[in-house]
């Protein structure tokens, strides 16, 4: 499918945007005063990233006012989910550039770019957390590979080094948000690799929660060995409400914050290091992180999700809501069904 003149005009219009706002990001990042904060417990932001994030959005809802709109800084809105077409941003400061468009291929600084042609796991340059590698619950032990070193925080700029072949894969086994994977995943699918869940799944986006179960990412021949090596894992999709760990379907479902809690009364947030990585058992439970109790699913979720994000690149360390329905009273041995 050949781009049309809009496909274009976008392109020279994200372009254009991503530079000025890539100088304006290092314009603060050259100063001493930046204020930063906590936008909630675990997510730290800085005015750089909110000036940034208010300049694309200014720029380019100016350029398309009909498209909407998708960011890490902004708060989602219905047209987020139904406009035809969404500009999702996240705008790291990078000396390399990277830019794409369906059926265009992808480049670096003007230049193609393709995935590597690594077809064996062993010897293989790999974005992961050590961790997962050596945790002793993995069936079959993992060959020696490389991990990259340090590792980028980033998970675009992680899938860019995959598309550009500076690695040849990168997996996380946790969730990730789609204004990271949405951009990324075209970038590395033309480089002529895969990007997908770790199941193998193609990504779904513009959902009611922007964010997938996880991520894998490789040229075609190495994602298949590296997703049949970790499809046991069990990882929910952040948008189901039923049956979390099956197969993604096409079909929409309900965001468990948006469903109806009059029976749900209790909410326990809990984590720790797992024994199993694709089990729920602990590995010790005397040092179990009790994050809290809370009385609605909305607000236990928002309290997961700060706990969760901050080992996200730590698989054996999961965070976990656990609803209380039924209530035992040692006393009586009556069961409270709650």
Known sequence: MQASERDKEDLD?????????????????????????????????????????????????????DYGWLSEESALSNSTRTAERVWVIHAPVLRE?????????????????????????????IITN?????????????PEMELAKPKPNATLLRLCWVASGQCDAAVTLWRKSDWDLA?????????????????GEPYLFNRGEPAQRSLLAAGKALHSLLSARVKGVRLPDPNWTVRPFDTTQTTERQNMAETSEAKQLLHIVIGGELKDVTDVEFEDLSKIDFVGAFPSYKE??????????????????????LHAHKLLDPETGDHHHV
């Not at 994030?53 to 006012?65: G, K, V």
């Not at 951009?183 to 199941?199: D, K, N, Y």
Request: glycine share 8%.
């Open 13 to 65: 219009i994200l372009k254009r945007v991503a530079r000025e706002a890539g100088d304006l990001a290092l314009d603060y990042f050259e100063r001493s005063d930046v204020r930063f904060w906590d936008k909630s417990k675990g997510h730290p932001v800085t005015e750089a990233d909110l000036a940034v994030n208010a300049l694309i959005r200014d720029r380019l809802m100016t350029a398309r006012p």
């Open 183 to 199: 951009p990324a995943t075209l970038l590395v699918q033309e480089a002529g690799g895969a990007a997908t869940t770790h199941l």
């Open 97 to 125: 550039f990277y830019s794409t468009h369906f059926g265009g291929g992808a480049f670096l600084n003007g230049k193609p770019i393709h995935v590597t042609g690594c077809a064996a796991e062993e010897g293989c340059r």
């Open 300 to 321: 236990a979720y928002d309290a997961w999700k700060g706990a969760a994000q901050r080992t996200v690149d730590n698989a054996e360390t999961r965070y976990f809501i």
């Open 130 to 142: 050590e961790g997962m590698l050596t945790h002793p619950a993995w069936p079959v032990p993992w």
